[in-house]
C-alpha cells in the first residue's frame, strides 16, 4: 500500500524505469553495461515505492496516551521553551526519519486543532540543534481533554523539500490517523506539558501510530 502523495513521484519512476529498459535494450550492445543500467534504474525504482510505502498499522485509540507521530530513532527528550505558541516550557521529544523510514506523519492524539502554520525556511540538517526553528515547518496545536494543548512540529531537513499538513484549525483529528507526509528524511518535535510521564528513550526506534511516547500523569 502507497501513500497518495507518492502517485506522481511512483509515476515518474515506472515510466522512467519503462523507457530505460526499452532503450537499453535497442541501443546498448555490450551484456553487461545493459545490465548494469537495468539494475541501477530497478533499484531507483524500489527506492521510490519504498519511501511511499504506507503500510496498514492496527491500533487502540487512548486517550491517556501520546502516540509517535511518525516512524524514526528518537534523538531529543528536553524540557525546553517553546517560543511560537506556548511562550513557556515544555517536555520536547523529537524523532529523527531517516530516508528510509515510513514518511507517513500521524497524529498523536485525538482532538480539536487550534492552530496550524506553515513556516518557510531553510533547509540545515533535521538533526540541527537549530533546525526546529529556522527549516521550512509546519507547526500544529491540538487541543485534548487529558494532556490539553500538544503541539507537533514537521520539520524539513537537507533532503526533505516538502511538507503536506493535513490539519486545519477547527478540525476535530483522530489518533494515528493520516496527519501529512514529509517527503525525503526529516523529523518531527513533539511538545508536551511539563510533568508528562514520557515512555521512550534516546536512540529508541519509534513506530508511527504505535510507540507510546508518552502517558496521562497520574
Not at 521510490?48 to 507521530?69: M, Y
Not at 505558541?85 to 526519519?97: A, L
Not at 485534548?144 to 493535513?166: D, E, H, P, S
Amino acid at each position: 500500500m502507497f501513500h497518495k502523495e507518492g502517485a506522481q513521484s511512483i509515476l515518474f519512476g515506472t515510466v522512467f524505469t519503462a523507457v530505460v529498459l526499452l532503450l537499453s535494450d535497442k541501443f546498448i550492445d555490450t551484456n553487461w553495461i545493459r545490465m548494469s543500467v537495468q539494475i541501477v534504474t530497478f533499484v531507483f525504482l524500489i527506492i521510490i515505492l519504498q519511501f511511499f510505502r504506507n503500510p496498514k498499522r492496527n491500533f487502540i485509540k487512548n486517550e491517556d496516551q501520546i502516540l509517535s507521530p511518525v516512524d524514526g530513532k528518537v534523538v531529543v527528550i528536553e524540557e525546553v521553551y517553546e517560543g511560537e505558541y506556548f511562550k513557556e516550557k515544555r517536555i520536547q521529544v523529537s524523532i529523527f526519519m531517516s530516508p528510509i523510514n515510513v514518511h507517513v506523519t500521524r497524529y498523536a492524539l485525538s482532538g480539536i486543532v487550534k492552530f496550524s502554520k506553515y513556516h518557510p525556511g531553510k533547509f540545515l540538517v533535521a538533526w540541527h540543534p537549530k533546525a526546529s526553528e529556522e527549516n521550512e515547518r509546519t507547526t500544529i496545536v491540538i487541543e485534548n481533554k487529558t494532556f490539553g494543548k500538544v503541539l507537533y512540529r514537521q520539520i524539513a531537513g537537507a533532503l526533505a523539500r516538502r511538507i503536506v499538513n493535513y490539519a486545519e484549525e477547527g478540525m476535530q483529528v483522530t489518533q494515528a490517523e493520516d496527519a501529512g507526509f514529509i517527503k525525503f528524511g526529516s523529523r518531527v518535535d513533539v511538545f508536551l506539558p511539563l510533568g508528562t510521564p514520557i515512555n521512550v528513550t534516546l536512540n529508541q526506534k519509534a513506530i508511527g501510530g504505535k510507540t507510546i511516547i508518552a502517558t496521562k500523569a497520574e
